[in-house]
């Protein structure tokens, strides 16, 4: 084991711990008819198809809300300078891979691992982003329902994410200041965006290796 993989078990360590902790108690889930049941009582197979499906809302959730977000307050000239004035997104500093080399040469243990440190690493802004949404004096009701909606879905897909690695497997003019919460509100979403769709592609890599290994590709 070379030093950056050392260095990636230490952080999988120190993330995945106060999860793993908490989350102690056995996890309940819903089935197809809406009735609570233990997720350790689904078989892998089922629960990676549910997780999936939920990093698969999120993804498409997030998207629409990004858009919206998008319309309602990004000026059309401001909308590549969230890259241009030092925002960033914050998980860019997390050993998550990157290329679609590095993605297919990570073993499946990794791949969870991955998902569940960028599924914990947007809990608390996801939270963050409700509030600051909240002080918007024309914030659409769809826009708050939405990034509300991702947000509880993100907790379910953390559960099951935990249970599967136990398992083993608009424009208008804006002041600088405002604009500058807009472009910081922006980047959050079109961050989060981005993990999202990373999420569900580690999922769905997953799934195709347990189904036909020789024959997975990223698109």
């Known amino acids: 084991m070379n030093m950056m993989q050392v260095m990636q078990s230490v952080v999988w360590a120190v993330l995945l711990w106060p999860c793993l902790v908490s989350l102690g108690v056995p996890l309940e889930c819903k089935d197809e008819q809406g009735s609570i049941i233990l997720c350790a009582s689904i078989?892998?197979?089922?629960?990676?198809?549910?997780?999936?499906?939920?990093?698969?809302?999120?993804?498409?959730?997030?998207?629409?809300?990004?858009?919206?977000?998008?319309?309602?307050?990004?000026?059309?000239?401001?909308?590549?300078?969230?890259?241009?004035?030092?925002?960033?997104?914050?998980?860019?500093?997390?050993?998550?891979?990157?290329?679609?080399?590095?993605?297919?040469?990570?073993?499946?243990?990794?791949?969870?691992?991955?998902?569940?440190?960028?599924?914990?690493s947007w809990i608390e802004p996801l939270v963050y982003l409700q509030t600051t949404l909240d002080r918007y004096d024309d914030a659409p009701d769809t826009l708050l329902k939405k990034t509300k909606w991702v947000s509880e879905k993100l907790l379910s897909l953390e559960q099951g994410v935990v249970v599967l690695i136990r398992k083993g497997v608009a424009p208008y003019a804006l002041q600088p200041e405002v604009l500058e919460s807009v472009l910081r509100d922006y980047t959050l979403l079109s961050c989060f965006k981005k993990d999202a769709h990373k999420m569900e592609t580690f999922l769905k890599l997953l799934k195709c290796r347990q189904t036909d290994k020789y024959s997975c590709f990223l698109h």
């Open 43 to 120: 078989s892998k197979e089922k629960l990676l198809d549910r997780v999936i499906q939920h990093a698969e809302l999120i993804y498409r959730v997030s998207e629409e809300s990004c858009t919206l977000f998008e319309e309602m307050f990004v000026p059309f000239p401001m909308r590549s300078q969230r890259n241009q004035a030092g925002y960033t997104c914050a998980t860019k500093a997390f050993p998550i891979p990157g290329s679609k080399s590095e993605i297919q040469q990570i073993s499946d243990k990794w791949l969870l691992h991955s998902v569940l440190i960028l599924v914990q």
